[in-house]
């Protein structure tokens, strides 16, 4: 029997002045803002669909995920009609809607797609009050470079118009390829459903020595590990790689189911929101824990005790411990790279390897040129991001995969290890303070009064007392990033100044704000 194609309708719209994304190709909002305003999704997929130069477009393969949050398979039917109408050949989705950010990355760069879009807002809440998020992968696995994002928001400030086949249908729990002829269109649009876990278990399995970490896991001198998913996309990759793959007891992994809302707490790897796990390992039981966020891109590693590694520490350990992953051994350590809000231990550990590090803004697409031109090797945030040349985005179960892999090799508690490095190296100080939901008019005023303080000539070389310690302002900086290699500027991109001097700045803005919420000290 002949099927009737699906037609492809043009739907007037009028556009939102507030889809600007917030870098890499994301916009993050309020769940409720996506169901209630009318076309405020398909406004925004259309203008990312249309950044997309047409010849680019048309037949090619694109890939979707999502973390698993509310509102994430209404989303997936809208951008699947939405693709098909816009003339994309083929989209890659993930069973049941999910993947995992890196594995996202690792799709598309596998099967040379001409891009990706993720459906999560990270480590934000989820449910109906929490928040929702598209954000657009290019080409090479990473975030969209800000030019790209500039051209999105600049299409959605005049959008009039988008295209879609509100009567495709997709069956997002069958494995496997569906196929659907569209009207005035002379090839079919299909889709693959694949395993969300299976193409990115094979990147890793060609990274590091499995033998060893399931060594680790279930030989003579074995340690308990206790991993937390969150109720996030994790789950099924903790279960695969660690439990089924590695050989981790079963129980060892919790809160791996994914839920709509998470759980009812937010999905972020910390001390004030994986308390559960922060509890478990207080216990003494377990030598090993580690918690991911939302969409698997970010994490945090606690050790026996509930030892607690800062994400800094974390990537210049890694950094000093490259040796013990067979990739590295192959391909060699080029650079490292760290956002300027990262402390400088990953510094002190180039200099011994004697690499370049690469000082960046906030963002993973600002280290993506550096390891597509063949910079930087490793690099990574103070929130947690840290990943390689192997993907182009932060990758969470890598980063535990290479603690886990310098456990087997130094049979040392994670405690030990990072106290070696402390003595070897030094220990550096940075502190996070986390201001949710300030007014823009409030946050204006304290970066405006923070930059005039630290900027002024005559704040450099003041000296403050802490104690019997006397602590002198080295340098300040309004930090200007020159990429070395296009040469982008990327201006006013913090305010870089010593720990003391900025603590005590903002101890007057939490008098002046009247600040409270949880603060993040590491």
Known sequence: MERTPIPVLTVQTAPYEDQRPTGGGGLRRPTALFES?????????????????????????????????????????????????????????????????????????????????????????????????????VAN?????????????????????????????????????????????????????????????????????????????????????RIDAMNGVMGPYVRRILCDELGAPANSA?????????????????????????????????????????????????GQNGFFVNASDSLAIIAANLSCIPYFCQMGVR??????????????????????????????????????????????????????????????LWAVLVWLSILAARKQSVEEIVRDHWAKFGRHYYCRFDYEALEPRTAYFIMRDLEALITDKSFSHQQFAVGNNIYSVERTDSFEYIDPVDGTVTKRQAVLSPLIAIALKISQIHERTGRKGPTVIT
Request: hydrophobic residues 35%; aromatic residues 8%; charged residues 20%.
């Open 37 to 137: 305003q009318r076309n405020y999704l398909p406004n925004f997929v259309q203008s990312l669909l249309s950044s997309v130069d047409l010849r680019d477009r048309q037949g090619c393969t694109m890939v979707v995920g999502s973390d698993g949050r509310y509102f994430s398979k209404t989303a997936i039917e809208i951008v699947v009609q939405m693709a098909a109408a816009n003339g994309i050949g083929r989209l890659v989705i993930g069973q049941n809607g999910i993947l995992s950010t890196p594995a996202v990355s690792c799709i598309i760069r596998k099967i040379k797609a001409a891009g990706g879009i993720i459906l999560t807002a990270s480590h934000s809440p989820g449910g109906p009050g929490g928040e929702f998020g598209v954000k657009f992968e």
């Open 141 to 225: 696995g990473g975030p969209a470079p800000d030019i790209v994002s500039e051209k999105i928001y600049q299409i959605s400030k005049t959008l009039e118009e988008y295209a879609i086949c509100p009567d495709l249908r997709v069956d997002l729990s069958r494995p496997g390829r569906q196929e659907f002829d569209l009207e005035n269109k002379f090839k079919p649009f299909r889709v693959e459903i694949v395993d969300s876990v299976e193409i990115y278990l094979n990147l890793l399995r060609s990274i590091f020595d499995f033998n060893a970490i399931r060594n680790l896991l279930t030989g003579p001198n074995q340690i308990k590990i």
């Open 254 to 302: 919790i809160n791996c189911i994914p839920l709509e809302d998470f759980g009812g707490q937010p999905p972020d790897p910390n001390l004030t929101y994986a308390t559960a796990l922060l509890e478990a390992m207080k216990g003494g039981e377990y030598g090993f824990g580690a918690a991911f966020d939302a969409d698997g891109d970010r994490y945090m590693i606690l």
């Open 335 to 396: 650079g490292f790279g760290r956002s300027m809000p990262t402390s400088t231990a990953l510094d002190k550990v180039a200099k011994v390897m004697k690499v370049p590090v690469y000082e960046t803004p906030a963002g993973w697409r600002y280290f993506s040129n550096l390891m597509d031109s063949g910079r930087c090797s490793l690099c990574g945030e103070e929130s947690f991001g840290t990943g390689s040349d192997h993907l182009r985005e932060k990758d969470g």
